[in-house]
């Protein structure tokens, strides 16, 4: 029986509804989408390794049965869940200990006898010199009468379970959505580009990822890089790079207010409201993006740098152009606290131009909210500064030029769009400056941003000291305190962070319950204040303008002030529970210090006991500031999908594609996508792969209405 690809996933045999809703949940619905999700990893049972020639240090997938299993005895206080497990299986050659953490779920599931497939490393067992063992293998228990052709015999995918859906039975799923494949597919890759990189058909691909042929290799498979996986990655960046490729053709398409910049005026006006002198880089951010405004084109343009390397004034500079060109600009910030951060250093440095800022935040009080509307519609507001509340319905701009976002990684791309549209009342497309600290690796930077232009800021501003990093424990925190404390008493500043704001079930230490504490005992005599991010809007404020006058000495805060957060005064950052932190984050968070001349100190404090990635992010955080190095490192660590945060990763929305993995099949993709969409003689090409675009394609980009 074939399953068309665009059915439902609850066609498909052993998926009911319990199973469609966890599926649901990764945005699994039709076949198709379902069939999207490849293999993590490939498992050898044509040819089992036996016991015996298990070796430390090797990996082994061997079928073996259960010869006992319990929890450890030396280990009973770890009780339910957590209790280690320990299983004893044995196969013709010999039998293996093997050990499983938070094993209690285990207890009473494994009959003697049973027939398991095995998968994982073996290791010389830690409190047994001499003996081997695994720590939680992977397994798969077997039926024993009879065989089923798609778990043994045959090289086996393994999937990643999703929720209680576990490999075993994806892969029946999957078997069946397979066999029940049409004998016609429809492939958006062009004949003509398949067969000059050797690609198989969709088809074909779909068939071999996901139950390949006993001749293809096991390692390919497992590095990605067999045929059928390379070309369903090829196909997943191409269509993503064409999308890119067409919004881009169609922005430049649109028309947009050409500023006038060369002006004297504009130029006095610049110069007026500048505070410092530029940095390098920064003059040539100004200056790239000066000639995007000149054009009748609607600018499109990244400025990518460092924490702390000075894009606020960049923005600033654009607004103040647009202002020049009586147009109105407006910047949205992904938290209030920055919003009004922002408010306050355009208040300062634009006012004495005699130029208008407002400031936009759901926090303000209603009757304050429809002033700021009134004065933003009527144009009397020119420099417009908000969060999320800019983009609600009721916001209408009299004539808005220039769209800015500022660390345009925490929105959405939709969100970003519908700033735009506020300029679309009056027929012209604005002019988008987007700014990101969020340090892209280069070699992938322009490849999943190849709609924009990209200005880099690769310069700190002048009189920076590096800071010094380190990492403690608990029981040094006494000492923790006492440098904050010197600190404090030279007059600076400093942060505390902690990663929840209310103590809850993990035991971890709580802001609020902290703050207490460190007030009442720990700094007595020095003036302490609390942010949060569920603070009204108005303490958020109140709180962040003491820190800024330094009546505030010392901020217990949580990751609220992770993002932008700019008092040059603090030099001191401590972090507890450090090893919670993502390395991206951490990053964000020590860049809050080290903006001043003054020399300033990150305070890393966790556990004595932590894992071992844990132990190596900390140690990468020791060891360098450098953005794009750490960045480097989180994509290690992580994986890209965590990397770019979930809302980018959803919204690129790569199901089989890893694009730190697969660069190389990126490039080739960006070229391949850009070269058919630039190419007029290729339009009946583009059209044809536009029309066989796979439903999730369409659903995600609405490509098919590009075109
Ligand atoms: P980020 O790029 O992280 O948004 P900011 O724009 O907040 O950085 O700038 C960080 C700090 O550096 C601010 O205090 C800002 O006033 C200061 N700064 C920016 N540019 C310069 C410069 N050219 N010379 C001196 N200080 C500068
Ligand atoms: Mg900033």
């Given at each position: 029986?074939?399953?068309?690809?665009?059915?439902?996933?609850?066609?498909?045999?052993?998926?009911?509804?319990?199973?469609?809703?966890?599926?649901?949940?990764?945005?699994?619905?039709?076949?198709?989408?379902?069939?999207?999700?490849?293999?993590?990893?490939?498992?050898?049972?044509?040819?089992?390794?036996?016991?015996?020639?298990?070796?430390?240090?090797?990996?082994?997938?061997?079928?073996?049965?259960?010869?006992?299993?319990?929890?450890?005895?030396?280990?009973?206080?770890?009780?339910?869940?957590?209790?280690?497990?320990?299983?004893?299986?044995?196969?013709?050659?010999?039998?293996?200990?093997?050990?499983?953490?938070?094993?209690?779920?285990?207890?009473?599931?494994?009959?003697?006898?049973?027939?398991?497939?095995?998968?994982?490393?073996?290791?010389?067992?830690?409190?047994?010199?001499?003996?081997?063992?695994?720590?939680?293998?992977?397994?798969?228990?077997?039926?024993?009468?009879?065989?089923?052709?798609?778990?043994?015999?045959?090289?086996?995918?393994?999937?990643?379970?999703?929720?209680?859906?576990?490999?075993?039975?994806?892969?029946?799923?999957?078997?069946?959505?397979?066999?029940?494949?049409?004998?016609?597919?429809?492939?958006?890759?062009?004949?003509?580009?398949?067969?000059?990189?050797?690609?198989?058909?969709?088809?074909?691909?779909?068939?071999?990822?996901?139950?390949?042929?006993?001749?293809?290799?096991?390692?390919?498979?497992?590095?990605?890089?067999?045929?059928?996986?390379?070309?369903?990655?090829?196909?997943?960046?191409?269509?993503?790079?064409?999308?890119?490729?067409?919004?881009?053709?169609?922005?430049?398409?649109?028309?947009?207010?050409?500023?006038?910049?060369?002006?004297?005026?504009?130029?006095?006006?610049?110069?007026?409201?500048?505070?410092?002198?530029?940095?390098?880089?920064?003059?040539?951010?100004?200056?790239?993006?000066?000639?995007?405004?000149?054009?009748?084109?609607?600018?499109?343009?990244?400025?990518?740098?460092?924490v702390g390397?000075?894009?606020t004034?960049?923005?600033?500079?654009?607004?103040?152009?647009?202002?020049?060109?009586?147009?109105?600009?407006?910047?949205?910030?992904?938290?209030?606290?920055l919003?009004?951060q922002h408010?306050?250093a355009?208040?300062?440095?634009?006012?004495?131009?005699?130029?208008?800022?407002?400031?936009?935040?759901?926090?303000?009080?209603?009757?304050?909210?429809?002033?700021?509307?009134?004065?933003?519609?009527?144009?009397?507001?020119?420099?417009?500064?908000?969060?999320?509340?800019?983009?609600?319905?009721?916001?209408?701009?009299?004539?808005?030029?220039?769209?800015?976002?500022?660390?345009?990684?925490?929105?959405?791309?939709?969100?970003?769009?519908?700033?735009?549209?506020?300029?679309?009342?009056?027929?012209?497309?604005?002019?988008?400056?987007?700014?990101?600290?969020?340090?892209?690796?280069?070699?992938?930077?322009?490849?999943?941003?190849?709609?924009?232009?990209?200005?880099?800021?690769?310069?700190?501003?002048?009189?920076?000291?590096?800071?010094?990093?380190?990492?403690?424990?608990?029981?040094?925190?006494?000492?923790?305190?006492?440098?904050?404390?010197?600190?404090?008493?030279?007059?600076?500043?400093?942060?505390?962070?902690?990663?929840?704001?209310?103590?809850?079930?993990?035991?971890?230490?709580?802001?609020?319950?902290?703050?207490?504490?460190?007030?009442?005992?720990?700094?007595?005599?020095?003036?302490?204040?609390?942010?949060?991010?569920?603070?009204?809007?108005?303490?958020?404020?109140?709180?962040?303008?003491?820190?800024r006058?330094?009546?505030?000495?010392?901020?217990?805060?949580?990751?609220?002030?992770?993002?932008g957060v700019d008092v040059p005064?603090a030099?001191?950052?401590?972090?507890?529970?450090?090893?919670?932190?993502?390395?991206?984050?951490?990053?964000?968070?020590?860049g809050r210090?080290?903006r001043?001349?003054?020399?300033?100190?990150?305070?890393?404090?966790?556990?004595?006991?932590?894992?071992?990635?844990?132990?190596?992010?900390?140690?990468?955080?020791?060891?360098?500031?450098?953005?794009?190095?750490?960045?480097?490192?989180?994509?290690?660590?992580?994986?890209?999908?965590?990397?770019?945060?979930?809302?980018?990763?959803?919204?690129?929305?790569?199901?089989?594609?890893?694009?730190?993995?697969?660069?190389?099949?990126?490039?080739?993709?960006?070229?391949?996508?850009?070269?058919?969409?630039?190419?007029?003689?290729?339009?009946?090409?583009?059209?044809?792969?536009?029309?066989?675009?796979?439903?999730?394609?369409?659903?995600?980009?609405?490509?098919?209405?590009?075109?």
């Amino acid at each position: 029986m074939t399953i068309g690809l665009t059915e439902d996933v609850r066609l498909l045999k052993g998926v009911g509804l319990q199973r469609a809703a966890l599926l649901d949940g990764r945005g699994i619905r039709t076949v198709e989408d379902f069939l999207a999700y490849l293999p993590f990893r490939y498992e050898d049972r044509i040819r089992f390794s036996t016991i015996r020639e298990v070796q430390p240090g090797g990996v082994y997938t061997l079928r073996a049965r259960v010869a006992s299993g319990g929890a450890l005895p030396h280990a009973r206080f770890l009780r339910g869940r957590d209790a280690i497990y320990h299983l004893l299986v044995q196969d013709a050659t010999g039998s293996l200990h093997c050990k499983f953490f938070h094993g209690g779920y285990l207890e009473g599931r494994l009959k003697p006898g049973q027939q398991l497939v095995l998968h994982g490393k073996a290791e010389i067992d830690r409190y047994r010199p001499g003996r081997l063992e695994m720590v939680n293998p992977q397994f798969e228990a077997l039926n024993d009468e009879q065989e089923d052709s798609t778990e043994v015999g045959r090289i086996v995918p393994i999937y990643e379970a999703i929720g209680s859906f576990n490999s075993r039975a994806i892969r029946r799923a999957m078997f069946q959505a397979l066999a029940g494949l049409p004998s016609q597919v429809p492939d958006p890759l062009p004949a003509e580009l398949l067969e000059r990189l050797g690609y198989p058909s969709r088809r074909e691909a779909l068939l071999r990822a996901h139950f390949p042929p006993p001749q293809e290799s096991l390692e390919a498979l497992n590095a990605f890089a067999s045929p059928a996986q390379e070309r369903l990655i090829f196909e997943e960046f191409f269509l993503y790079q064409l999308s890119l490729a067409l919004g881009r053709q169609a922005a430049r398409r649109e028309n947009a207010i050409a500023f006038r910049v060369r002006e004297d005026r504009v130029r006095q006006a610049l110069k007026r409201i500048l505070p410092f002198k530029p940095t390098g880089a920064q003059k040539r951010a100004l200056a790239e993006i000066a000639a995007d405004l000149e054009k009748p084109a609607p600018m499109n343009r990244l400025l990518q740098g460092d924490v702390g390397s000075g894009k606020t004034i960049v923005a600033l500079e654009t607004a103040v152009i647009a202002l020049e060109n009586r147009c109105q600009a407006a910047l949205m910030a992904p938290t209030e606290i920055l919003a009004v951060q922002h408010f306050l250093a355009a208040r300062r440095i634009l006012q004495p131009g005699g130029y208008r800022a407002e400031l936009l935040i759901s926090g303000l009080k209603p009757g304050e909210k429809t002033a700021a509307r009134d004065r933003i519609r009527s144009g009397e507001a020119q420099l417009v500064i908000g969060t999320h509340a800019l983009i609600e319905e009721n916001v209408e701009f009299a004539r808005l030029g220039v769209v800015i976002i500022d660390e345009q990684h925490r929105f959405g791309v939709l969100q970003r769009k519908r700033l735009m549209d506020k300029a679309a009342s009056h027929g012209r497309a604005p002019h988008v400056l987007v700014m990101t600290a969020t340090p892209i690796p280069r070699t992938l930077s322009l490849t999943l941003y190849g709609d924009l232009d990209v200005s880099v800021l690769d310069e700190l501003p002048p009189g920076r000291t590096p800071i010094e990093t380190r990492v403690t424990s608990e029981p040094h925190l006494p000492g923790v305190w006492e440098s904050l404390r010197r600190e404090v008493a030279r007059g600076r500043q400093g942060y505390v962070v902690y990663p929840v704001i209310e103590e809850s079930k993990q035991e971890l230490k709580a802001a609020i319950v902290e703050y207490e504490r460190l007030s009442r005992e720990v700094f007595p005599k020095v003036r302490l204040g609390l942010l949060h991010g569920r603070l009204p809007s108005s303490e958020k404020e109140d709180v962040m303008l003491r820190f800024r006058t330094a009546e505030v000495q010392i901020l217990v805060a949580t990751t609220v002030v992770e993002v932008g957060v700019d008092v040059p005064n603090a030099t001191v950052m401590v972090i507890e529970h450090a090893e919670r932190f993502g390395l991206a984050q951490l990053h964000q968070l020590r860049g809050r210090i080290g903006r001043g001349g003054e020399k300033s100190h990150c305070i890393l404090v966790a556990p004595l006991r932590m894992t071992d990635e844990a132990a190596k992010r900390l140690e990468t955080m020791a060891r360098t500031s450098d953005g794009f190095e750490i960045a480097e490192m989180d994509l290690q660590f992580r994986g890209p999908g965590e990397f770019f945060g979930t809302r980018q990763h959803g919204e690129l929305g790569f199901q089989v594609a890893n694009p730190l993995r697969d660069r190389k099949l990126l490039e080739l993709a960006r070229r391949e996508a850009f070269a058919l969409a630039d190419n007029v003689a290729q339009a009946e090409t583009l059209r044809r792969v536009l029309a066989q675009l796979p439903v999730h394609w369409q659903r995600r980009y609405h490509l098919a209405q590009v075109g």
